[in-house]
T-cell receptor, first 114, second 108 residues
Framework: DAGVIQSPRHEVTEMGQEVTLRCKPI?????LFWYRQTMMRGLELLIY????????DSGMPEDRFSAKMPNASFSTLKIQPSEPRDSAVYFC????????????FGPGTRLLVL | RKEVEQDPGPFNVPEGATVAFNCTYS??????FFWYRQDCRKEPKLLMS???SGNEDGRFTAQLNRASQYISLLIRDSKLSDSATYLCVVNFASKIIFGSGTRLSIRP
């Protein structure tokens, strides 16, 4: 079975450019999470969706960050404009209701903003 | 104070040793608890849930102390393959909070 799929796996961009990260959750999962991981701050929850609806976006750092989930099989995290401090690994995770909160993580997108 | 705190380590122990990590959480209403494992440059993966009565999975034992607001992970007869970062996870009102992780390195 396919796990959570993320693309791209690596992204190098210049400050000021728009970055779009993509995620396909595991089929049938109704929760989707976006995380950011850095050495300094660890793993931070940015936003999560339930049945495609954003439930908690309190972790989104600022207006430059936006996330959408147009359907049950696809989500995007967009950074516009990007800044060097956005450099991190961005993980997408999904889970299904009743799974005792077990989340399945994608392989992550390593973002470097120069 | 951080909502979930862990000793960052690193813990460097010989193969076969027993090692234990603790994790403290600040919200007494936290509802569920987990340990995740993260290998270098990989994604976190669920290691085990932590139940109120304590639970064991092979060489791994997890315990919860609600009164003192901490959870623990004990690894017996450690293997080289146990080298990883162990993340403590606390769930409160559907908000999942990860600790910063404890690095474990097992030496031959």
């Amino acid at each position: 079975d396919a796990g959570v799929i993320q693309s791209p796996r690596h992204e190098v961009t210049e400050m000021g450019q728009e970055v779009t990260l993509r995620c396909k959750p595991i089929s049938g999962h109704d929760y989707l999470f976006w995380y950011r991981q850095t050495m300094m701050r660890g793993l931070e929850l940015l936003i999560y969706f339930n049945n495609n609806v954003p439930i908690d976006d309190s972790g989104m750092p600022e207006d430059r960050f936006s996330a959408k989930m147009p359907n049950a099989s696809f989500s995007t995290l967009k950074i516009q404009p990007s800044e060097p401090r956005d450099s991190a690994v961005y993980f997408c995770a999904s889970r299904i209701t009743g799974s005792q909160e077990t989340q399945y993580f994608g392989p992550g997108t390593r973002l470097l903003v120069l | 104070r951080k909502e979930v705190e862990q000793d960052p380590g690193p813990f460097n122990v010989p193969e076969g040793a027993t090692v234990a990590f603790n994790c403290t959480y600040s919200n007494s209403a936290s509802q569920s608890f987990f340990w995740y494992r993260q290998d270098c440059r990989k994604e976190p993966k669920l290691l085990m849930s932590v139940y109120s009565s304590g639970n064991e999975d092979g060489r791994f034992t997890a315990q919860l102390n609600r009164a003192s607001q901490y959870i623990s992970l004990l690894i017996r007869d450690s293997k080289l393959s146990d080298s990883a970062t162990y993340l403590c996870v606390v769930n409160f009102a559907s908000k999942i909070i990860f600790g910063s992780g404890t690095r474990l390195s097992i030496r031959p």
